[in-house]
């Protein structure tokens, strides 16, 4: 069975830092033939594209929201998606899922497996 597992979220201030992990196991596939993506839903909006990467980690893609602050990276040896967030803002409080693809995509629909979140939550 497929599970990705997000962790390392949590209650922190404007202009902290975080790094969000995810670990994926029982993917069909290696772990290098799915794209990666983050997202995050806060209360009360629709689920929004934040970053992905492609398998080999050689490609990115950032939303604006996070363009400058947020880093996507992937350790494919551990099976492991990361997001570093730094400079956090109050608008950033949302839960973050991790998520896999078979391709490169900002849409959610692309995303075939899911996390169940992490939650974040930047007070001011």
């Known amino acids: 069975q497929v599970q990705l597992v997000e962790s390392g979220g949590g209650l922190v201030q404007t202009g902290d830092s975080l790094r969000l992990s995810c670990a994926a196991s029982?993917?069909?596939?290696?772990?290098?033939?799915?794209?990666m993506g983050w997202f995050r839903q806060a209360p009360g909006n629709e689920r929004e594209f934040v970053a992905a990467?492609?398998?080999?980690?050689?490609?990115?893609d950032y939303a604006d929201s996070g363009k400058g602050r947020f880093i996507i990276s992937r350790d494919n040896a551990k099976n492991t998606v990361y997001l570093q967030m730094n400079s956090l803002k109050p608008e950033d409080t949302a839960v973050y899922y991790c998520?896999?693809?078979?391709?490169?995509?900002?849409?959610?629909?692309?995303?075939?497996?899911w996390g169940q979140g992490t939650q974040v939550t930047v007070s001011s």
């Open positions: 029982g993917l069909s596939l290696r772990f290098t033939m799915y794209a």
């Open positions: 998520a896999a693809s078979t391709q490169l995509r900002r849409s959610s629909n692309a995303y075939r497996y």
């Open positions: 990467t492609s398998g080999s980690g050689i490609i990115t």
